[in-house]
C-alpha cells in the first residue's frame, strides 16, 4: 500500500443524478477526511472519520451529500441530486491518529463536472 | 476572504531561490504544514512546522516561522523546473472532534528556464 487511492479519478454526470466516490486510505490509517476544492481555490474541509464514526460534518455538506466508512477502511462520499455547482475535485486524505503531527496524506482526488 | 492567505503568483528563473509567504490566523495551530499540488494531481505534504519552532530546513526547504506575525514563508533553494506547481499552506485547527486543515488560496510558482 503506496498511498491514499481514489476512484474514479474523474466524473461527468447530468445535472440531477447521483454520483458516488470511494476513498481508500493508508492501510494502519484510522482517521479519514474529505476535502473540497474549487477552481482557483484551496481544498475545503467537509467531514472527517475515526474509525467508522463520522465525527465532524462542515456546513458545505448539505444534505444532498452523505459520506460513509462502514468498517474503517475506505469510505464512500455519495451526492445526491447534482448541481452544477458541486462541480469541483473531490480530495480523501488519511491519517493516523496516535501520530503527534497528525499529518494528512492526500490522494489524487476525483475531479466531478456536472453539466 | 480566507482565514489563510497566500499571494497568488511568483515567478522566479531557474537557479535562484523561490520564496513563498502565508499569513494564518489560529494562534492555537500546533502545525504548520507546505503542501505542493501539480496539475490535475492530489496535494503532496512537503513539509511541516511545529508551532514552537522558528525554523526547519530539509534538504532545499526552508520554513520560517513568525509566530508573533502569524506569518509563514517556505523558502525553495536552487528552483528547477519541476518546482513549477501551486504552494499550499494550511494550519491544522482542533476540536473536541478532532483536526481539520485550512488552506490559504494557494501560491502558482512559475520557474522560467
Known amino acids: 500500500d503506496t498511498g491514499v487511492s481514489q476512484n474514479p479519478r474523474h466524473k461527468i454526470t447530468k445535472r440531477g443524478q447521483n454520483v458516488t466516490f470511494r476513498c481508500d486510505p493508508i492501510?494502519?490509517?484510522?482517521?479519514l477526511y474529505w476535502y473540497r476544492q474549487t477552481l482557483g481555490q484551496g481544498p475545503e474541509f467537509l467531514t472527517y472519520f475515526q474509525n467508522e464514526a463520522q465525527l465532524e460534518k462542515s456546513r458545505l455538506l448539505s444534505d444532498r451529500f452523505s459520506a460513509e466508512r462502514p468498517k474503517g477502511s475506505f469510505s464512500t462520499l455519495e451526492i445526491q441530486r447534482t448541481e452544477q455547482g458541486d462541480s469541483a475535485m473531490y480530495l480523501c486524505?488519511?491519517?493516523?491518529?496516535?501520530?503527534?503531527?497528525?499529518?494528512?496524506?492526500f490522494g489524487p482526488g476525483t475531479r466531478l463536472t456536472v453539466l | 476572504g480566507e482565514d489563510v492567505e497566500q499571494s497568488l503568483f511568483l515567478s522566479v528563473r531557474e537557479g535562484d531561490s523561490s520564496v513563498i509567504n502565508c499569513t494564518y490566523t489560529d494562534s492555537s495551530s500546533t502545525y504548520l504544514y507546505w503542501y505542493k499540488q501539480e496539475p490535475g494531481a492530489g496535494l503532496q505534504l512537503l513539509t511541516y512546522i511545529f508551532s514552537n519552532m522558528d525554523m526547519k530546513q530539509d534538504q532545499r526547504l526552508t520554513v520560517l516561522l513568525n509566530k508573533k506575525d502569524k506569518h509563514l514563508s517556505l523558502r525553495i533553494a536552487d528552483t528547477q523546473t519541476g518546482d513549477s506547481a501551486i504552494y499550499f499552506c494550511?494550519?491544522?485547527?482542533?476540536?473536541?472532534?478532532?483536526?481539520?486543515?485550512?488552506f490559504g488560496g494557494g501560491t502558482r510558482l512559475m520557474v522560467k528556464p
Open positions: 492501510s494502519e490509517h484510522n482517521r
Open positions: 494550511a494550519e491544522i485547527r482542533y476540536n473536541n472532534a478532532g483536526n481539520m486543515l485550512t
Open positions: 486524505a488519511s491519517s493516523f491518529g496516535g501520530n503527534p503531527t497528525d499529518t494528512q496524506y
